[in-house]
């Protein structure tokens, strides 16, 4: 089964970027579709943004929109989430996640397999 990993997370200042990366050891991403998801204390665990199979549509939330990218690597084993001008509501737990069945993306947690751990991400002056 796949595994994801996500890594890039920590404490960034406001206006600051960070880049996400999800990869699954040993294994290709161009078969699935990968979505990013977020969830801070308290709070509903969200779509941020994915990218469908073999480098399809991709979709963002509005919240994102503007300034999170989505991409995937030309090896098609690591899929980015570029993060720019964060702002301390974009504080959260993100995880990546893996769908193999559905394309274009969906933003919905059910239409996903597999899951990171999450990696925490912490906009604060």
């Known amino acids: 089964q796949l595994q994801l990993v996500e890594s890039g997370g920590g404490l960034v200042q406001p206006g600051g970027s960070l880049r996400l990366a999800c990869g699954a050891s040993?294994?290709?991403?161009?078969?699935?579709?990968i979505g990013w998801f977020r969830q801070a204390p308290g709070k509903e665990r969200e779509g941020v943004s994915c990218?469908?199979?073999?480098?399809?549509?991709?979709d963002y939330a509005e919240s994102v929109k503007g300034r999170f990218t989505i991409s995937r690597d030309n090896a098609g084993t690591t899929v980015y989430l570029q993060m720019n001008s964060l702002k301390p509501e974009d504080t959260a737990v993100y995880y990546c996640?893996?769908?193999?069945?559905?394309?274009?993306?969906?933003?919905?947690?059910?239409?996903?397999?597999?899951w990171g751990q999450g990696t925490q991400i912490t906009v604060s002056s």
């Open positions: 990218i469908g199979i073999s480098d399809g549509r991709t």
């Open positions: 996640a893996a769908d193999p069945y559905h394309n274009p993306c969906r933003a919905t947690m059910d239409a996903y397999d597999y």
């Open positions: 040993g294994f290709t991403l161009d078969y699935y579709a």
